[in-house]
């Protein structure tokens, strides 16, 4: 403990500096011993305190507590000068053996955390690699909580981010570029938010509903949503972590996932001489965050198992992968090929595969797998005819290309949809529903369908020039995306006494629980068409099972996969995947699908969770950039 000096300030927690002239006082003797004295007001045993408050020594330590932070966890703040009060956690760091704010040895811990959370992402380096996600998030946490460099969480989300996205490069390589140079922000906002915040609560829930925000943030960020490879994607396949999705859906997941790890955190963080300590987050929060999780883990893992065990009935179901080249290197791709090739392609995999399905109660293709695009009436027409000549024998389901009616005479760009059209068998349109969720980039360029009709045509008419034919231009779809099979009192799917309601995902959609909410009773089926050939059968694949997944059991509905080339499955309410095509490969899988079962409140109430943690996210934020704690008047950050 350094002796106060002549003229030298002499700092009191929670009073502005004094400077005490006066001669250096010579050590002063325990009192009791010859020679000694009795402590001076404000001083006893060596250590400064205020009457009414803890005692503490400089560094804002109590008696037995020397591996607490400095100025953090309710104790006074180290100094009213922020000059001194740097200085003075600088020394104390030091002196404690921690790796402080900045320090390498924080900035590596970090890093290592998003190297494993990317490692951990589906489909994982291997066999149960998702379970890696958990310390990942464990050492990211330990870095946003020691206030580590901003530049090492961002490092943190490049290497999470750029491994995520590795398949989209055959895509668009600037796009894939794109993504960890953006997604790195994310974590650097996580980490902003904390700091405003200043672990104000000084618990493991303030981290795991900061994360919940986030990663709801940026799957719903406005013209540019992310939200593949979630944390809680890597271990959906394990029964226990996917169960609470039933009741408190992705986000709320997330959210659980997040206090688990932070609830880790806080009761095993190193502080010290290698002793385990509590570390900024408190040891009694810590345990009471760890044991609520397992609690709430467990009891959702025992309920949820007895899901879809009886259901009212089944159907049989024929899910149909019909593999299309998409690259000029892949067997069998023709870019000449025209709308005549396309229709007797078509109408040559129901041939083969007709006997297959027989039986059946509803046939489900791919996205874009109709032959050619509907553009007006006669169009649908055509259709019409096409499907009566081919029959099928079943309801169809299928996704198609759709162009709108121009908007304003002259448009050059009338609206164009991705679509999903049910026919009956003999070929009437029964319905059709259009995608509202839009890939960013790929499918429409964020902002433009703000724009007024006259003007979206001026963009997209200089935008053809630099980009070509394949411009991304499409118009989100309005409405739900219910679709009904059957009608009351007339024919409907065997072992089903009304009409089959049928919530209709395509692909990108998959990624959104909202878009499964249907009005009035929850839907019978979920169902998603997905086209993922662009992707080469990269990780992608497997991030969207990851996702089909989470809303079978947010839905308590099954839901049914029908890809271009992998994976075509199914998933029963539970979560449980059923049998599975090989990617890549032309098949029809049948699955026999049970209906009935009590319809599950996570598809609805999920979203509202991410919105709470994002609204924390701001007010973090916020604090932040007004240099103020939440609560506290005058408290300069």
Same mark, same amino acid.
């Given at each position: 403990?350094?002796?106060?000096?002549?003229?030298?300030?002499?700092?009191?927690?929670?009073?502005?500096?004094?400077?005490?002239?006066?001669?250096?006082?010579?050590?002063?003797?325990?009192?009791?011993?010859?020679?000694?004295?009795?402590?001076?007001?404000?001083?006893?045993?060596?250590?400064?305190?205020?009457?009414?408050?803890?005692?503490?020594?400089?560094?804002?330590?109590?008696?037995?507590?020397?591996?607490?932070?400095?100025?953090?966890?309710?104790?006074?703040?180290?100094?009213?000068?922020?000059?001194?009060?740097?200085?003075?956690?600088?020394?104390?760091?030091?002196?404690?053996?921690?790796?402080?704010?900045?320090?390498?040895?924080?900035?590596?811990?970090?890093?290592?955390?998003?190297?494993?959370?990317?490692?951990?992402?589906?489909? @994982?380096?291997?066999?149960?690699? /998702? &379970? +890696?996600?958990?310390?990942? $998030?464990? *050492?990211?946490? %330990?870095?946003? !909580?020691? #206030?580590?460099?901003?530049?090492?969480?961002?490092?943190?989300?490049?290497?999470?981010?750029?491994?995520?996205?590795?398949?989209?490069?055959?895509?668009?390589?600037?796009?894939?570029?794109?993504?960890?140079?953006?997604?790195?922000?994310?974590?650097?906002?996580?980490?902003?938010?904390?700091?405003?915040?200043?672990?104000?609560?000084?618990?493991?829930?303030?981290?795991?509903?900061?994360?919940?925000?986030?990663?709801?943030?940026?799957?719903?960020?406005?013209?540019?949503?992310?939200?593949?490879?979630?944390?809680?994607?890597?271990?959906?396949?394990?029964?226990?972590?996917?169960?609470?999705?039933?009741?408190?859906?992705?986000? @709320?997941?997330?959210?659980?996932? /997040? &206090? +688990?790890?932070?609830?880790? $955190?806080? *009761?095993?963080? %190193?502080?010290? !001489?290698? #002793?385990?300590?509590?570390?900024?987050?408190?040891?009694?929060?810590?345990?009471?965050?760890?044991?609520?999780?397992?609690?709430?883990?467990?009891?959702?893992?025992?309920?949820?198992?007895?899901?879809?065990?009886?259901?009212?009935?089944?159907?049989?179901?024929?899910?149909?992968?019909?593999?299309?080249?998409?690259?000029?290197?892949?067997?069998?791709?023709?870019?000449?090929?025209?709308?005549?090739?396309?229709?007797?392609?078509?109408?040559?995999?129901?041939?083969?595969?007709?006997?297959?399905?027989?039986?059946?109660?509803?046939?489900?293709?791919?996205?874009?797998?109709?032959?050619?695009?509907?553009?007006?009436?006669?169009?649908?027409?055509?259709?019409?005819?096409?499907?009566?000549?081919?029959?099928?024998?079943?309801?169809?389901?299928?996704?198609?290309?759709?162009?709108?009616?121009?908007?304003?005479?002259?448009?050059?760009?009338?609206?164009?949809?991705?679509?999903?059209?049910?026919?009956?068998?003999?070929?009437?349109?029964?319905?059709?529903?259009?995608?509202?969720?839009?890939?960013?980039?790929?499918?429409?360029?964020?902002?433009?369908?703000?724009?007024?009709?006259?003007?979206?045509?001026?963009?997209?008419?200089?935008?053809?020039?630099?980009?070509?034919?394949?411009?991304?231009?499409?118009?989100?779809?309005?409405?739900?995306?219910?679709?009904?099979?059957?009608?009351?009192?007339?024919?409907?799917?065997?072992?089903?006494?009304?009409?089959?309601?049928?919530?209709?995902?395509?692909?990108?959609?998959?990624?959104?629980?909202?878009?499964?909410?249907?009005?009035?009773?929850?839907?019978?089926?979920?169902?998603?068409?997905?086209?993922?050939?662009?992707?080469?059968?990269?990780?992608?694949?497997?991030?969207?099972?990851?996702?089909?997944?989470?809303?079978?059991?947010?839905?308590?509905?099954?839901?049914?996969?029908?890809?271009?080339?992998?994976?075509?499955?199914?998933?029963?309410?539970?979560?449980?995947?059923?049998?599975?095509?090989?990617?890549?490969?032309?098949?029809?899988?049948?699955?026999?699908?049970?209906?009935?079962?009590?319809?599950?409140?996570?598809?609805?109430?999920?979203?509202?969770?991410?919105?709470?943690?994002?609204?924390?996210?701001?007010?973090?934020?916020?604090?932040?950039?007004?240099?103020?704690?939440?609560?506290?008047?005058?408290?300069?950050?």
């Amino acid at each position: 403990m350094p002796r106060r000096a002549q003229g030298r300030p002499l700092v009191l927690q929670g009073a502005p500096e004094l400077a005490l002239p006066g001669p250096p006082r010579a050590a002063a003797a325990p009192a009791g011993r010859a020679g000694g004295r009795a402590p001076a007001p404000g001083e006893f045993g060596g250590l400064l305190f205020l009457p009414g408050r803890r005692r503490t020594d400089p560094c804002g330590r109590e008696p037995g507590a020397e591996g607490r932070r400095p100025g953090r966890m309710g104790s006074p703040p180290l100094s009213r000068s922020p000059e001194r009060g740097a200085e003075q956690e600088a020394r104390c760091g030091a002196e404690e053996g921690r790796s402080g704010p900045g320090s390498p040895r924080a900035a590596l811990w970090t890093l290592c955390g998003g190297l494993l959370l990317a490692l951990a992402s589906p489909p @994982g380096v291997f066999p149960y690699a /998702g &379970l +890696l996600s958990l310390p990942g $998030l464990v *050492l990211l946490f %330990r870095g946003v !909580q020691e #206030r580590v460099s901003l530049w090492a969480l961002y490092g943190a989300g490049v290497l999470f981010f750029g491994w995520l996205g590795w398949s989209l490069r055959f895509v668009s390589f600037g796009g894939y570029l794109a993504i960890p140079l953006l997604g790195g922000l994310y974590f650097v906002l996580l980490g902003l938010a904390w700091r405003g915040f200043r672990g104000a609560w000084g618990n493991p829930l303030l981290l795991g509903l900061l994360w919940m925000g986030l990663e709801y943030l940026r799957g719903h960020m406005p013209g540019i949503p992310y939200p593949l490879g979630q944390v809680v994607h890597s271990v959906a396949g394990l029964g226990l972590f996917r169960a609470p999705a039933r009741w408190i859906g992705e986000a @709320g997941l997330g959210g659980l996932y /997040g &206090l +688990l790890a932070a609830s880790i $955190l806080a *009761l095993f963080g %190193r502080r010290g !001489q290698g #002793r385990i300590r509590a570390g900024d987050l408190s040891l009694r929060w810590g345990m009471g965050g760890l044991l609520g999780v397992l609690v709430v883990f467990g009891a959702s893992w025992g309920l949820l198992s007895g899901v879809g065990t009886a259901p009212r009935g089944r159907i049989q179901v024929a899910l149909c992968q019909v593999p299309t080249p998409v690259y000029p290197d892949q067997e069998g791709y023709d870019a000449r090929r025209g709308v005549q090739a396309r229709i007797r392609e078509f109408a040559a995999f129901v041939e083969r595969h007709r006997e297959e399905w027989k039986g059946s109660a509803l046939l489900v293709f791919p996205e874009s797998a109709f032959p050619f695009t509907l553009s007006s009436g006669r169009a649908t027409r055509l259709a019409e005819d096409l499907i009566a000549r081919l029959r099928p024998g079943a309801p169809l389901l299928i996704g198609a290309g759709r162009q709108g009616e121009p908007v304003f005479p002259g448009q050059k760009f009338p609206p164009r949809f991705n679509s999903a059209l049910l026919f009956t068998p003999g070929g009437r349109l029964l319905g059709q529903v259009d995608k509202r969720w839009l890939v960013p980039l790929g499918e429409t360029l964020p902002g433009l369908n703000l724009l007024s009709p006259e003007s979206r045509d001026a963009v997209l008419g200089v935008l053809e020039g630099w980009v070509g034919p394949f411009l991304p231009s499409l118009s989100p779809g309005e409405g739900t995306g219910l679709l009904q099979l059957g009608e009351p009192g007339g024919k409907v799917p065997k072992a089903f006494s009304d009409p089959l309601r049928l919530a209709v995902g395509i692909c990108f959609e998959n990624a959104f629980p909202e878009a499964f909410l249907v009005p009035g009773a929850p839907a019978d089926l979920l169902v998603v068409l997905s086209n993922e050939a662009w992707y080469r059968g990269g990780a992608t694949l497997d991030q969207m099972l990851a996702l089909s997944r989470l809303r079978a059991v947010e839905a308590g509905r099954p839901l049914l996969r029908s890809t271009v080339d992998g994976w075509t499955t199914w998933f029963r309410a539970s979560g449980a995947m059923g049998a599975k095509l090989p990617p890549g490969k032309e098949g029809v899988l049948l699955a026999q699908v049970p209906l009935g079962g009590d319809a599950a409140p996570g598809l609805a109430w999920g979203p509202w969770f991410g919105r709470f943690g994002l609204g924390l996210l701001v007010l973090g934020w916020i604090a932040f950039v007004c240099g103020r704690k939440p609560g506290e008047g005058g408290v300069s950050s």
